[in-house]
């Protein structure tokens, strides 16, 4: 196998100059990074990350945001200042966007970003969300909508194929910033589902993560169209439902899970049916290693 990052510790201060001219990233190419950086108690991956923080190139998409996106925007990072073997965090900026005209933030020192007064309304939150990846020129971006029913008490969200002409334009304006960074969308999602054998994350046990969880992050993944039922406080132990839905919005599984002293030992799914297909339990078993054992109902 061709070794395409053979040169890449020469370039440790990681210049725009250089990861730019990795100008199409392939499937092959995003593997091996992760195959030579996910390995090994990931070492390779902390020396880099070290170095990322102390001269990062992303600051330059972070100034094109602030210039031509003039909408309300954060930017977030799910990495320590400070990797270690056991807390290695994320390696990409999450740029949420927040896309309807006519939020309003009243105190911009003290903004809610869950925007719970507009979502109290019944009115749609509409979202844009990118990943933006620190070592490669690769980023993953959806579209998404949230509203809360107060009626029926549940919180809704999914992907949406946005139809406001103002909206699109927005969307269309962060990808040309980064399309002018020479930044790829990768937005296979088959691709990046597939499970990276023999490498972990810090959220994922070995042999489970996939190359989203590796490039991206590995706790704040891609939304799952879905309704989650509010629960009423102080109810011990609690019950949460979640339904899942399809493209049209319509029920398509159920889950039902059990929450007791911050835990979540009971997971039972069901088809639209509400016929049981899977459950999931999780626990120590007579004081041994903590264990999740699945079960499918055929």
Not at 58 to 84: D, G, M, T, V
Not at 238 to 255: A, G, K, P, T, W
Request: aromatic residues 14%.
């Amino acid at each position: 196998m061709v070794n395409y990052f053979a040169d890449f510790d020469k370039y440790i201060n990681f210049s725009n100059k250089y990861i730019l001219s990795l100008m199409y990233m392939d499937k092959d190419k995003i593997i091996e990074f992760i195959e030579e950086n996910f390995r090994n108690k990931r070492k390779k991956l902390i020396e880099k990350i070290n170095t990322f923080h102390t001269n990062t190139y992303l600051s330059e998409i972070h100034q094109e945001f602030e210039q031509n996106i003039k909408i309300h925007w954060r930017a977030k990072s799910y990495s320590p200042h400070k990797p270690k073997i056991t807390n290695v965090g994320d390696i990409s900026n999450i740029y949420t966007f927040y896309l309807n005209e006519g939020l309003i933030v009243k105190d911009k020192n003290n903004v809610d970003w869950d925007f719970n007064e507009y979502l109290k309304s019944g009115e749609e939150l509409h979202i844009c969300q990118v990943w933006v990846n620190w070592f490669l020129p690769i980023y993953y971006l959806e579209t998404t909508y949230e509203v809360i029913n107060n009626r029926k008490k549940y919180i809704q969200y999914g992907k949406i194929n946005l139809l406001d002409k103002n909206e699109i334009k927005i969307v269309t304006d962060i990808k040309a910033i980064l399309n002018q960074k020479k930044y790829q969308l990768l937005d296979n999602q088959e691709f990046l589902n597939q499970i990276v054998k023999g490498v972990s994350t810090d959220c994922t046990e070995k042999n489970e993560a996939t190359i989203f969880d590796c490039l991206f992050s590995d706790l704040i993944k891609p939304t799952l169209h879905c309704r989650k039922f509010l629960n009423k406080k102080n109810k011990i132990p609690q019950l949460s439902f979640v339904e899942y839905l399809d493209e049209n919005r319509q029920v398509s599984r159920i889950e039902a899970e059990i929450y007791h002293n911050g835990l979540s030992p009971i997971t039972i799914t069901f088809d639209k049916n509400y016929k049981i297909i899977e459950t999931e339990s999780r626990g120590k078993l007579n004081g041994k290693k903590y264990k999740t054992i699945k079960t499918k109902y055929v």
